[in-house]
């Protein structure tokens, strides 16, 4: 049975205690890619400020960078919020690249509290990783946890994203397209029946949720995922789980794993005083060599770092 081995100095990136303002923060859930030579991580950078005895979390997108791919440095905030749609965040970014273009997906949230009607998934692009441009909500539904593919099907671009994440039962959907205005057109979605490309996964609760971005393989495209456990009416766990989707249709399932490759066991991993108190939640995915890196957050507040060889992994799905 295949299982990630945790990096024995996690966490790879850490929050500070007290910041600015008397800020608090957490740095979680983080997505990494390889440019040129380098490799930048992108992650969800919370920061919470106490006004009297209320305080508001508001999320930026953090970027960091590593000659190695485990220790990261040069952290700095890369965006934030700017539109009105994004107003009390920007959370939980993907990063892929396609035609010389970074696409960065991430969950904008537009009240506080945030509503299921206000929670969507949102894009923004770069050339440099330096200078991006805003593109915009990307589509009309509850969503969040999704990602650009990193190929053309065809002469076709694709999404997959979490569909009504806040609201059972939750679904992993794939969208083509052929150009982004096409995501920003209300008559695209409403001619795209979103429910004829549903993935038809194997689940252990009414909620799934996209995890890394794809790796694509010779044995088809490697999506590592969140397994989420839900029972009477609260999230209790989340754990790292895999699967294999075929290479010329992403909603085609070849495989799932039966046990799952990593399970809350470190303190750090563990550090929640209230439910889900075990978080592991896999963002991100890159292959080095033979081995597989797999980035996730840990309790809502560290980002960290698992291994395996991918070939292994392979051979289990």
Avoid: H
């Avoid at 939980?92 to 009607?117: C, H, M, Q």
């Avoid at 009414?206 to 456990?229: D, R, S």
């Amino acid at each position: 049975m295949v299982k990630l081995k945790r990096y024995e100095k996690n966490p790879i990136l850490k929050p500070l205690e007290v910041g600015y303002w008397e800020a608090e923060e957490e740095k979680f859930n983080p997505s990494v890619i390889e440019f040129r030579n380098k490799y930048f991580m992108l992650f969800r950078k919370a920061i919470r400020v106490k006004s009297g005895e209320r305080s508001i979390t508001i999320s930026y997108i953090g970027k960091c960078e590593s000659n190695d791919g485990i220790n990261f440095s040069r952290e700095e905030v890369f965006f934030g919020p700017q539109y009105g749609y994004e107003a009390y965040g920007c959370e939980d970014p993907r990063i892929t690249r396609l035609d010389k273009n970074f696409y960065i997906t991430y969950t904008a949230v537009g009240s506080f509290p945030p509503r299921p009607e206000t929670v969507r998934l949102a894009l923004a692009t770069t050339k440099d990783l330096k200078n991006i441009e805003k593109v915009g909500l990307i589509t009309p539904y509850n969503s969040k946890a999704g990602f650009i593919f990193p190929k053309k099907f065809g002469s076709k671009m694709c999404l997959m994203f979490t569909y009504n994440p806040d609201i059972a039962p939750s679904q992993i959907a794939v969208v083509y397209f052929n150009e982004l205005k096409d995501l920003l057109n209300e008559n695209f979605w409403k001619n795209y029946d979103i429910k004829n490309y549903f993935l038809n996964l194997r689940r252990v609760s009414p909620f799934v949720e996209c995890g890394a971005p794809p790796i694509e393989t010779k044995e088809g495209w490697l999506l590592i995922m969140p397994e989420i456990i839900f029972e009477n009416g609260e999230f209790l766990e989340f754990k790292a789980t895999a699967a294999l989707l075929d290479l010329e249709d992403p909603t085609k399932i070849i495989s799932q794993l039966k046990e799952p490759l990593l399970v809350a066991e470190a303190p750090y991993e563990m550090e929640r005083n209230f439910n889900p108190k075990k978080i592991i939640f896999p963002s991100g995915a890159i292959v080095k060599g033979d081995e597989l890196y797999v980035y996730y957050g840990a309790s809502d507040k560290y980002c960290c770092l698992a291994s395996c060889k991918l070939e292994e992994l392979l051979q289990e799905l």
